[in-house]
């Protein structure tokens, strides 16, 4: 277990140098000078070289790489003050360090990533469990029915219905807003609740439908078969036979859903107008802030790998034919 | 996924001689009679699926409107570009109050304009729509045309070669399945855009729709090389493969008469959960406002705007997403009675 934590690890720290390498040499390959889009219309060629000299522009590209990618280990030295170790350089446009910026955005992110989550394991596979204990019932077929046709929505469809109907309309419930959790809880969860829902409906109704297969699959295994046979009660064969073998093939989905669920975080905040990460990625993109870019990406990716690394771990909790290999 | 080669019998497997399989499709069922290609069969059980029927009724009826849309807006005598609420040759019918609120009910409807406008500018949203699912289906088409063939052809080689190219395709894949994919799409459409563009200048629409082509196919083909190459890599050990090797038939023979007619029904079968998913991150793309961007007509552009209005004039987002909802939904129940008729053990 320790060596796969290890091997995981650097594994994922190569990836992630991969991934700076590639969204750098990209954006400075593309034939645009940030210094002049940094500097703006009436600019001097003083003024450029200033800026071009503080951007650390004028270095050669490698330099400029490497400083990026050394400075998140040990920190760097910008002449407007130090950047300390995460250092993940600083915007070209507002001169904040993007570290900063990002840990003042993310917790919106993870609070809507984190909350969808649960929402949708608890109530995906609660109702695709059900509907397959119950098979071929009323429960199943609204189940079954209901989870085609959400899943068939998308979240800046949902998202404005949601809005029309709880908040303009009727002015039941207030505009979504972020208050951080650890201020006020009960804000926090009022204030995320309508974003955190939408975006767990999507995902609740593709899980249903997963659960039921997997576990109506399971049911027909030997194994469970047997232990009916054996004069078990169909509760009793349920929880203890069929359901933890059922979960195994939902792991497997959830770990290939994770950059959907960072994804479904950025089109949730950007829908309700919230100012996360993916906001933060289209700000950085439309105004070329390469350092801005660099850490979003960088950051998103981290988080993607810690995320599936947490699920391999999940996966042979589960599956004890993992863990043995 | 499905395996297909299972449902075949030994068919495919006595190719040895070169004038028995002509077509693509491996020949004959065994111990039938009236003999029955699998796509034969696949069509039978296909006909019988009466959702799927529907559904891909339905698909088609998408995409002749949107192919028909010139003529559609001929008929409704409106067009996606013109400012009906601001033009002054518009200005004898009104279609906006003093607010930029549309007229009448739900949305503005009326016998001009079928779905009503949109507030602000007055344009009209059947126009609009039908344009707008223009771009998003063909776009959607060519891309995931694109990177079918793509995932094909690295998947074939991966798993036919096997040994070290298959290693090092498989990290490469790995590589690009680490991206987080809805970032990069948001922060590379303006870096490849720019590199056929000064950024200085307006972008041409004809570059944005190249620039996203692009963006996604990158990013796209990993899925569909995976599923190649795991179907390949089976196939790779049957018998007929060997008996075809044995009588020095060349790999690229092998793979074009042996393997591809055996991987063309999850090939297909993939194709129709791609498209629709496409078209899905084409609409996030415009949707996050680096997509296509006004005025072009786009359906994900649409829901850009239908947010912003939601506010005052929520009727306008009804007809863009119900109509996408409809289509995904078609879309998603035609991809699993596809794949019920080519592996009835798939079952439902």
Redesign the interface.
């Given at each position: 277990m320790f060596q796969f934590i290890i091997r995981r690890t650097v594994g994922a720290a190569v990836?992630l140098f991969?991934?700076g390498a590639v969204?750098f040499f990209?954006?400075v390959?593309?034939?645009?000078d940030y210094a002049s889009?940094a500097c703006g219309k009436d600019c001097s060629p003083t003024r450029l070289e200033e800026i071009r000299t503080a951007l650390g522009l004028n270095l050669p590209l490698h330099t400029q790489f490497w400083d990026f990618m050394s400075g998140i280990v040990v920190g760097r030295d910008f002449p407007t003050g130090h950047c300390p170790a995460p250092c993940l350089g600083q915007s070209f446009y507002s001169g904040e360090f993007v570290w900063d910026t990002i840990m003042d955005r993310f917790p919106l992110t993870l609070s809507l990533t984190v909350g969808a989550l649960i929402v949708f394991l608890f109530v995906g596979i609660g109702a695709g469990m059900l509907a397959a204990f119950k098979r071929g019932s009323m429960v199943d077929k609204v189940a079954t029915g209901g989870s085609?046709?959400l899943?068939?929505?998308?979240i800046?469809?949902l998202?404005?219905?949601a809005?029309?109907v709880l908040v303009?309309?009727t002015g039941w419930m207030e505009d979504p807003k972020y208050v951080p959790f650890t201020q006020d809880p009960l804000g926090w969860l009022v204030g995320l609740s309508i974003p955190m829902v939408v975006m767990a409906t999507i995902f609740t109704a593709q899980y249903t439908r997963m659960a039921r297969a997997s576990m109506i699959e399971q049911l027909a295994e030997e194994h469970v078969r047997t232990a009916r046979a054996k004069g078990m009660s169909q509760k009793y064969v349920f929880f203890r036979y069929a359901w933890r073998g059922s979960l195994i093939p939902i792991v497997t989905v959830l770990g290939i859903d994770i950059?959907?669920l960072?994804?479904g975080g950025?089109?949730t905040e950007?829908?309700f107008s919230l100012q996360g990460?993916?906001r933060l990625?289209?700000n950085?993109?439309?105004t070329?802030d390469l350092p801005l870019?660099m850490g979003?990406?960088l950051f998103?990716?981290f988080?993607?790998?810690i995320l599936?690394i947490l699920v391999d771990i999940a996966y042979a909790y589960i599956d004890p034919r993992v863990r043995l290999s | 996924m499905t395996s297909p080669a299972k449902a075949e019998g030994s068919g495919p497997s006595i190719a040895l001689d070169p004038e028995l399989d002509k077509n693509t499709e491996p020949a004959e069922v065994a111990k039938k009679l009236e003999g029955r290609s699998p796509g034969q069969l696949m069509w039978q059980r296909f006909k019988r699926d009466r959702t799927g029927v529907i559904c891909a009724c339905v698909v088609i009826f998408y995409f002749v409107i949107s192919l028909a849309a010139p003529l559609l807006t001929k008929l409704s005598g409106t067009n996606p570009y013109t400012l009906y609420g601001q033009d002054p040759t518009y200005a004898d019918t009104p279609v906006l109050d003093e607010f930029g609120l549309p007229l009448g009910y739900f949305g503005g409807m009326s016998g001009t304009h079928w779905f009503g406008v949109e507030p602000q500018y007055g344009r009209d949203l059947f126009a609009m729509l039908m344009y707008g699912m223009r771009t998003s289906l063909f776009m959607a088409l060519g891309v995931t045309i694109l990177l079918m063939v793509t995932g094909i052809v690295i998947g074939l080689v991966g798993g036919y070669f096997g040994g070290r190219t298959d290693y090092w395709i498989g990290r490469v894949t790995d590589f690009f399945l680490s991206f987080p994919s809805q970032l990069f799409f948001i922060a590379f459409m303006p870096v490849v855009t720019a590199f056929f563009v000064d950024p200085q200048e307006e972008t041409p629409t004809y570059f944005r729709a190249l620039a996203i082509l692009i963006v996604l196919w990158v990013l796209g083909w990993m899925g569909m090389s995976r599923l190649v190459r795991s179907t390949v890599l089976s196939l790779r050990e049957r018998e007929f493969v060997e008996a075809a090797k044995v009588s020095g038939a060349s790999p690229w023979r092998i793979i074009r008469k042996e393997i591809l007619p055996n991987v063309v029904s999850p090939i297909l079968v993939q194709f129709t959960y791609q498209l629709p998913s496409t078209i899905l991150t084409i609409a996030f793309l415009s949707f996050a406002g680096v997509g296509f961007v006004e005025p072009t007509p786009d359906w994900g552009r649409l829901f850009a705007a239908a947010a912003g209005y939601a506010k005052q004039d929520p009727a306008f987002m009804f007809f863009p997403g119900t109509a996408l909802v409809i289509f995904v939904l078609c879309f998603n129940l035609l991809g699993d009675s596809v794949r019920d008729a080519f592996d009835p053990k798939s079952g439902r």
């Amino acid at each position: 277990m320790f060596q796969f934590i290890i091997r995981r690890t650097v594994g994922a720290a190569v990836t992630l140098f991969l991934i700076g390498a590639v969204t750098f040499f990209l954006f400075v390959a593309a034939p645009s000078d940030y210094a002049s889009l940094a500097c703006g219309k009436d600019c001097s060629p003083t003024r450029l070289e200033e800026i071009r000299t503080a951007l650390g522009l004028n270095l050669p590209l490698h330099t400029q790489f490497w400083d990026f990618m050394s400075g998140i280990v040990v920190g760097r030295d910008f002449p407007t003050g130090h950047c300390p170790a995460p250092c993940l350089g600083q915007s070209f446009y507002s001169g904040e360090f993007v570290w900063d910026t990002i840990m003042d955005r993310f917790p919106l992110t993870l609070s809507l990533t984190v909350g969808a989550l649960i929402v949708f394991l608890f109530v995906g596979i609660g109702a695709g469990m059900l509907a397959a204990f119950k098979r071929g019932s009323m429960v199943d077929k609204v189940a079954t029915g209901g989870s085609m046709v959400l899943s068939s929505f998308q979240i800046y469809f949902l998202g404005p219905i949601a809005l029309t109907v709880l908040v303009y309309q009727t002015g039941w419930m207030e505009d979504p807003k972020y208050v951080p959790f650890t201020q006020d809880p009960l804000g926090w969860l009022v204030g995320l609740s309508i974003p955190m829902v939408v975006m767990a409906t999507i995902f609740t109704a593709q899980y249903t439908r997963m659960a039921r297969a997997s576990m109506i699959e399971q049911l027909a295994e030997e194994h469970v078969r047997t232990a009916r046979a054996k004069g078990m009660s169909q509760k009793y064969v349920f929880f203890r036979y069929a359901w933890r073998g059922s979960l195994i093939p939902i792991v497997t989905v959830l770990g290939i859903d994770i950059s959907a669920l960072l994804g479904g975080g950025v089109v949730t905040e950007l829908t309700f107008s919230l100012q996360g990460i993916g906001r933060l990625a289209v700000n950085g993109a439309v105004t070329k802030d390469l350092p801005l870019t660099m850490g979003v990406m960088l950051f998103g990716a981290f988080f993607i790998l810690i995320l599936n690394i947490l699920v391999d771990i999940a996966y042979a909790y589960i599956d004890p034919r993992v863990r043995l290999s | 996924m499905t395996s297909p080669a299972k449902a075949e019998g030994s068919g495919p497997s006595i190719a040895l001689d070169p004038e028995l399989d002509k077509n693509t499709e491996p020949a004959e069922v065994a111990k039938k009679l009236e003999g029955r290609s699998p796509g034969q069969l696949m069509w039978q059980r296909f006909k019988r699926d009466r959702t799927g029927v529907i559904c891909a009724c339905v698909v088609i009826f998408y995409f002749v409107i949107s192919l028909a849309a010139p003529l559609l807006t001929k008929l409704s005598g409106t067009n996606p570009y013109t400012l009906y609420g601001q033009d002054p040759t518009y200005a004898d019918t009104p279609v906006l109050d003093e607010f930029g609120l549309p007229l009448g009910y739900f949305g503005g409807m009326s016998g001009t304009h079928w779905f009503g406008v949109e507030p602000q500018y007055g344009r009209d949203l059947f126009a609009m729509l039908m344009y707008g699912m223009r771009t998003s289906l063909f776009m959607a088409l060519g891309v995931t045309i694109l990177l079918m063939v793509t995932g094909i052809v690295i998947g074939l080689v991966g798993g036919y070669f096997g040994g070290r190219t298959d290693y090092w395709i498989g990290r490469v894949t790995d590589f690009f399945l680490s991206f987080p994919s809805q970032l990069f799409f948001i922060a590379f459409m303006p870096v490849v855009t720019a590199f056929f563009v000064d950024p200085q200048e307006e972008t041409p629409t004809y570059f944005r729709a190249l620039a996203i082509l692009i963006v996604l196919w990158v990013l796209g083909w990993m899925g569909m090389s995976r599923l190649v190459r795991s179907t390949v890599l089976s196939l790779r050990e049957r018998e007929f493969v060997e008996a075809a090797k044995v009588s020095g038939a060349s790999p690229w023979r092998i793979i074009r008469k042996e393997i591809l007619p055996n991987v063309v029904s999850p090939i297909l079968v993939q194709f129709t959960y791609q498209l629709p998913s496409t078209i899905l991150t084409i609409a996030f793309l415009s949707f996050a406002g680096v997509g296509f961007v006004e005025p072009t007509p786009d359906w994900g552009r649409l829901f850009a705007a239908a947010a912003g209005y939601a506010k005052q004039d929520p009727a306008f987002m009804f007809f863009p997403g119900t109509a996408l909802v409809i289509f995904v939904l078609c879309f998603n129940l035609l991809g699993d009675s596809v794949r019920d008729a080519f592996d009835p053990k798939s079952g439902r």
